[in-house]
């Protein structure tokens, strides 16, 4: 009961972070703002740049708001976690090639702070293997689970 308590939370309190994150992106920042800090990486060349810029605040707000409502859960974690798994390998392509830079992630312009970033990441992998364990440990029906 009290695992399930703490999940509900740390569900709640991570889908809205990435609600709010993909809505920043989309509703404040601007998507030509998004797509010029995800230029800036230069991982990938245009007009790459414009449909990553433009899809992934969708997929943050998406999977955010079903983790948040409990609404397929498990995909939604996988999602986050992909999410988790592009941004963290952005940023450590930044940082291996000493780029200064912002980070896009909410409309600033200060560079990047690696170490920072880099705990921030942690955190995200250590919450949703958390969420993963405790929606496993509920033995709910949901997404990518096989009926009994």
Known sequence: ???????????????????????FKLFSSGLDRFT????????????????????????????????????????????????????????????FHGLDISCGCHGGDAPIHYWNKAAEFTGYFVLLAGLWWADHQSGSEGFLRDPQ
Do not use: H
């Not at 999940?7 to 993909?22: D, I, P």
């Not at 991982?43 to 948040?68: K, R, T």
């Open 36 to 95: 010029a800090d995800i230029a800036n990486y230069k991982l990938v060349a245009s007009p790459w740049d414009a449909i990553a810029a433009y899809s992934v605040p969708w997929l943050e707000l998406i999977a955010g708001a079903c983790l948040m409502l409990g609404i397929l859960r498990r995909g939604a974690i996988l999602t986050l976690s992909g999410l988790v798994v592009v941004f963290a390998t952005a940023i450590s392509w930044a940082w």
């Open 1 to 23: 009961m009290k695992t399930q308590a703490i999940a509900l939370c740390a569900r709640v309190l991570l889908g809205l972070w990435f609600v709010y994150s993909g809505g």
